[in-house]
């Protein structure tokens, strides 16, 4: 059974600072990755999505990498704002599966 | 419409009793999904619609709960006879196709059981 864990649970860094969240996973056999976010409230927002075959993905100041036979994912968020205060999720799309299967989250607090 | 859409928003019921979910997904979006977020935990898989057929149940807890398609379009999913560790916020997403395209995801029914 694919489990998910994110590090750390949660996160508070002054405005400005550049910061790297992480994402790992169990089960290698995987179709895709994705990174969402939750603001309270609200539903999830997806931010950025890597195929299986791809190292990584860029979205403004957003840069997520893969690394499938390690496990690992990580979301990098360059010269971080308050707005970017939030709950970061990652999920991955099993292999023949129908279905993401979620870590817990990272809460991020950027602080003006 | 613009968005994936859920109702009702908030949801207060007693114990024992049946709840009916609703969500209207993406127009064209073949895709639909419901997940499950209990306090303090991470997103839970319920089911999987593919058009109206449901390829993928397996994440649903228990036989009190199922979950109906209509085309295309909007989706209900039951809960009967409602227990306290029912109460959770209830996600559906939608996405144009299966095969693990991006999900877009509605804001949610909160759902306490008293």
């Known amino acids: 059974k694919q489990e998910v864990t994110q590090i750390p649970a949660a996160l508070s860094v002054p405005e400005g600072e550049n910061l790297v969240l992480n994402c790992s996973f169990t089960?290698?056999?995987?179709?895709?990755l994705q990174w969402f976010r939750q603001d309270p409230g609200k539903g999830l927002t997806s931010l950025l999505l890597?195929?299986?075959?791809?190292r990584e993905q860029t979205s403004g100041r957003l840069n997520a990498s893969l690394d499938k036979s390690s496990g690992r994912s990580t979301l990098y968020i360059a010269a971080s704002q308050p707005g970017d205060s939030a709950t970061y999720l990652c999920?991955?799309?099993?292999?023949?599966?129908?279905?993401?299967?979620f870590g817990k989250g990272t809460k991020l607090s950027v602080i003006p | 419409g613009a968005g994936v859409s859920q109702s009702p928003s908030n949801k207060v019921t007693e114990k024992g009793k049946d709840v009916e979910l609703r969500c209207d997904p993406i127009?064209?979006?073949?895709?639909l999904y419901w997940y499950r977020q209990r306090l303090g935990q991470g997103l839970e898989f319920l089911i999987y619609f593919q058009g109206n057929s449901a390829p993928d149940k397996s994440g649903l807890p228990s036989d009190r709960f199922s979950a109906e398609r209509t085309g295309e379009s909007v989706s209900t999913l039951t809960i009967q006879r409602t227990q306290q560790e029912d109460s959770a916020v209830y996600l559906c997403?939608?996405?144009?196709?299966?095969?693990?395209?991006?999900?877009?995801f509605g804001p949610g029914t909160r759902l306490l059981v008293l």
């Open positions: 999920a991955v799309f099993g292999a023949g599966s129908y279905q993401l299967t």
């Open positions: 997403a939608s996405s144009f196709s299966q095969g693990g395209e991006t999900q877009y």
């Open positions: 890597i195929q299986s075959s791809q």
């Open positions: 089960d290698s056999a995987i179709y895709n």
């Open positions: 127009s064209g979006h073949t895709a």
